[in-house]
């Protein structure tokens, strides 16, 4: 189906507002629904999926309120390729890692992380939070337009170097290719 720019446009505007899209807080992505399973079976995916979801909306997480104007987004997620102790779950932008996220840990993660504000020591197995940006978040079509034609950071050699990771001989192939 193709359709045209400006009703694009006003389709995504309507998405991003009833979504809530500007304004979440925390986006929780599941290991679930699997398209071979390797973590946990297919259906202990599906009811934490399930879970997670119905229990989101029962808290009123899921949407931004008047009384709470930010809100937990949560995406299902077919691989997180850690295909170990699952189902797997990541919260974002903190960044914390998840694992044997049944009904009973999600509850869980939900009261104490997601609402506590604290790590669920017992099942995080990584934290490791987004950095922080630079640039303050694009909230308007022209922003964005401009955000647009805006070259990426480029990735050099120098910034490979700088990365704290122990030396390998990956890292002196990287170094020939990005020196051309």
Avoid at 108 to 119: M, S, T
Wanted: aromatic share 6%.
């Amino acid at each position: 189906m193709k359709m045209n720019r400006a009703s694009d446009k006003t389709l995504l505007e309507k998405n991003v507002h009833s979504l809530g899209l500007n304004q979440i807080q925390r986006h929780v992505l599941l290991c679930a629904d699997q398209t071979k399973p390797k973590c946990c079976s297919k259906q202990a995916s599906l009811d934490s999926w399930d879970y997670l979801k119905t229990r989101l909306k029962q808290l009123k997480l899921d949407q931004p309120t008047q009384e709470r104007p930010s809100c937990i987004f949560r995406t299902k997620a077919n691989c997180l390729r850690v295909c170990a102790s699952g189902p797997i779950l990541v919260v974002y932008p903190d960044g914390v890692w998840y694992r044997n996220a049944t009904p009973e840990v999600i509850e869980r993660i939900i009261q104490e992380h997601l609402i506590g504000n604290k790590i669920v020591e017992d099942y995080a197995f990584l934290v490791h939070p987004l950095p922080e940006s630079d640039q303050s978040p694009i909230s308007d079509a022209a922003g964005a337009k401009r955000a647009n034609r805006q070259s990426p950071p480029q990735i050099t050699p120098e910034k490979i170097a700088r990365v704290d990771q122990p030396k390998s001989p990956w890292r002196k192939i990287f170094q020939r290719f990005w020196k051309g």
